[in-house]
Structure formats: structure tokens, C-alpha cells
């Protein structure tokens, strides 16, 4: 019932700062829970950040815990991850999800029922 698209991603320099968007569709995307995850070549997908249905509850991977912001707009069916302080390590896919549902935690990907093609972030050193 929703389709996501990401945007924002390019090349940064270590220690700079980028901006991810997902736009979704539809007239209920405040009923979704929001994640992103992100895959860098030869390793697993794995959790970014999560955020709540009004934004009120977020939660993050320990790995960008206090350099990543996730955020959403409801009203532009939007939502954000502000990346800041980016490392190498920071470099791969990054993907929006949703889900309609809440389990008690937003890590696992397979908990998601909708997923953006990605947009590529590249951190040279």
C-alpha cells in the first residue's frame, strides 16, 4: 500500500555531513513505522535507525548512535535520516523500510513490509 523512494546520497568527505529523504506514497503513511537499514559490498544488510508513527520514539544501531539523526514529516509523507561526522565505515546502500506493525524493536529487516531500491553514500577518507 505504500511505495518508497530514497534520495540524498553522493560522495562525502570523512567528517562531513549528508541528508537521506524517503518519500512515500499514499494518505496513511502516519500509521507506518519507518526504519532504515543499509548494506556496504560483502556484508550483511543491517539496521540504521527506526523511528515511531508520530516520530516520538526513535532508536538507533550502535554503530551511528550520536551522528545519525532519523526524523519524519508526516504531513510531506517524508522521512529523514541526517547523517553527520561520516566515517569510511559509514559507506553502502542505504534503504528506507516500513512496517505496520510494531514487535518491540525495529532491527530485523524480515519485520519490514516495504522497501525503496536504495541510494548510494560514499565516504572517502
Known amino acids: 500500500q505504500v511505495q518508497l523512494v530514497e534520495s540524498g546520497g553522493g560522495l562525502v568527505q570523512a567528517g562531513g555531513s549528508l541528508r537521506l529523504s524517503c518519500a512515500a506514497s499514499?494518505?496513511?503513511?502516519?500509521?507506518?513505522?519507518m526504519g532504515w537499514f543499509r548494506q556496504a559490498p560483502e556484508k550483511e544488510r543491517e539496521f540504521v535507525a527506526g523511528i515511531s508513527r508520530s516520530g516520538g520514539n526513535t532508536d538507533y544501531a550502535g554503530s551511528v548512535k550520536g551522528r545519525f539523526t532519523i526524523s519524519r514529516d508526516n504531513a510531506k509523507n517524508t522521512v529523514y535520516l541526517q547523517m553527520n561526522s561520516l566515517k569510511p565505515e559509514d559507506t553502502a546502500v542505504y534503504y528506507c523500510?516500513?512496517?505496520?506493525?510494531?514487535?518491540?524493536?525495529?532491527?530485523?529487516?524480515?519485520?519490514?513490509?516495504?522497501w525503496g531500491q536504495g541510494t548510494q553514500v560514499t565516504v572517502s577518507s
Open positions: 523500510a516500513a512496517r505496520g506493525t510494531y514487535s518491540g524493536s525495529y532491527y530485523w529487516p524480515n519485520e519490514y513490509d516495504y
Open positions: 499514499g494518505r496513511t503513511f502516519s500509521r507506518y513505522y
